[in-house]
């Protein structure tokens, strides 16, 4: 048998009442959220019972997924469920790098929240936007980028599909030549153009914040969304500049794969990181958290 990873979510997959059935079944999950409302009170009544427009906001969807994320995998290794790698897209490294040991759940409560806060900061100084370009080449994404200047491929998330962050403005035109060259441009349900050079204040503010953080060496193997291999020993320099670059989503899949992992867990709502990896390879079993708790109810 090979090893097992976690992989936790980035925005765009939340959903109100994400999350609460776990919360009212299973005292671990409890625990997490409970630590959440006393540094961020409310945190838990967002998640249950907000509204999609409310969770769409980056200052509220990054310190409610952290807790979300946190309180399914808390759940998980209560029933003795355990990574040998860890790894998150874009928000989710956050949590994975609280998993991992590379600091407190606590710790990593206060730093999402000021990341979300960061972030939404710059979100708002600009009008941008971000979308999932399908059916087109890496090489064709980056020819259309190069063109409009504004927009700027962020998230190279699997074969076939490339994410895009840029001013909202040269969206629709984007899209347009995007459609003509035989793809697609998804809008996503983000608020800002992440990973791109519009981030830039935010990850150098939040540079700040990690460097006052007690930060140490993660304990379970923690991939880097910037460098697609394991974080290197200065945890907090590679996470404040990984806001301002892309993610190498399916570079770190197949670099987990070759180190030995054939068993991926999606850890966060819905199955976005399970169909990712999927179409990265077939030879590897992806699933979500709520069917491996399925699974095991069953057995």
Known sequence: MGKVAFVFSGQGAQYPGMVKALYEVYPAARDVFDMCD???????????????????????????????????????????????AVAGFSLGEVTAAAFSG???????????????????????????????????????????????????????NCPGQITVSGLAERMPEFSAEVKAAGGRALPLKVKGAFHSPYMRRAADAFAETLRAAEIRTPE???????????YPDDVAAALAQQIVSPVLWERLIRNMIDSGVDTFIEIGPGKTLTNMIRKISGEVAAKTYEELLEEAQTC
């Open 38 to 84: 006393a540094i961020r009170p409310a945190t838990s009544a967002q998640c249950f019972e907000g509204s999609e427009a409310a969770l769409q906001e980056t200052a509220t969807t990054q310190p409610c997924l952290y807790a979300m994320e946190l309180a399914a995998a808390a759940v998980l290794t209560e029933k003795g469920i355990a990574p040998d």
């Open 220 to 230: 379970i193997t923690l991939y880097s969304n910037m460098t697609a291999l394991p």
């Open 102 to 156: 590379a600091f407190s759940r606590e710790t990593g409560f206060r730093l999402v929240c000021r990341r979300g806060e960061l972030m939404q900061q710059e979100a708002e100084r600009f009008d941008t936007a971000m979308a999932a370009v399908v059916k087109l080449s890496e090489a064709q994404v980056r020819e259309l980028c190069e063109k409009h200047g504004d927009i700027y491929p962020v998230n190279f």
